[in-house]
């Protein structure tokens, strides 16, 4: 089996300062980790992912996440935040040991960037 | 080009009612998915199409939610006799293949049952 826990469902952070959205998950078998963004009123995007290769992974906008297996963690990060980065992020994680299953994912967290 | 479609954008139903969503996927995607988002909540796998396998029906929530993928590509996901907690936004997507790879996103469809 396989779960992911966002670990805070809201982030309050101020314009040019870090975000940190942490997310761990637990998986029998070496998982793919997606990070996913949704605007208000908008569908889905991929921020990036992670399958095995680099641990760094860098995305779209200005994030990044590192992947931990000693910690299974899989933290997103941006250095300096932007109003336009005021969305619900999610934390996905997949494995084959789910056979054809779909995507696991985390309750999602709701950053806010104050001005 | 074009992305995953979804069609009505909103539907208002009443209870005990019978409604079809529709799902026009990435051409050549071989992979499909549903999803439910409910209000402040994650979302929750439903059905998993993928190429001419018979599908995953492990996350329909009862026997009064069906789907079907017509030749691999447009997908429609019926539920019959609504209730009030089917109110949700149903989302599609899909993906080149396997579940290493990332999946794309219809904007989805909002369902509200009266």
């Known amino acids: 089996a396989q779960s992911v826990t966002q670990l805070d469902s809201h982030v309050s952070v101020s314009e040019g300062t870090p975000v940190l959205l942490r997310c761990n998950y637990s998986?029998?078998?070496?998982?793919?980790l997606f990070w996913y963004v949704q605007h208000p009123n908008k569908g889905l995007q991929l921020l990036l992912k992670y399958t095995s290769a680099a641990t760094l992974v860098k995305g779209i906008n200005g994030f990044e996440a590192e992947f931990k297996k000693s910690e299974t963690s899989f933290h997103l990060t941006k250095p300096s935040a932007h109003m336009s980065d005021a969305a619900e992020y999610f934390c996905v994680v997949s494995t084959m040991d789910t056979g054809r299953r779909a995507l696991t994912f985390g309750s999602g967290t709701r950053l806010q960037v104050q001005p | 080009g074009a992305g995953v479609s979804q069609s009505p954008s909103n539907k208002v139903t009443e209870k005990g009612k019978d409604v079809e969503l529709r799902c026009d996927p990435i051409?050549?995607?071989?992979?499909l998915y549903w999803y439910r988002q409910s209000l402040g909540q994650g979302l929750e796998f439903l059905i998993y199409f993928q190429g001419n396998s018979a599908p995953d029906k492990s996350g329909l929530p009862s026997d009064r939610f069906s789907a079907e993928r017509t030749g691999g590509s447009v997908s429609t996901l019926t539920i019959q006799r609504t209730q009030q907690e089917d109110s949700a936004v149903y989302l599609c997507?899909?993906?080149?293949?396997?579940?290493?790879?990332?999946?794309?996103f219809g904007p989805g469809t909002r369902l509200t049952v009266t």
């Open positions: 051409s050549g995607h071989t992979a």
């Open positions: 998986s029998s078998y070496s998982p793919s």
């Open positions: 997507a899909s993906s080149p293949g396997t579940l290493a790879n990332e999946q794309y």
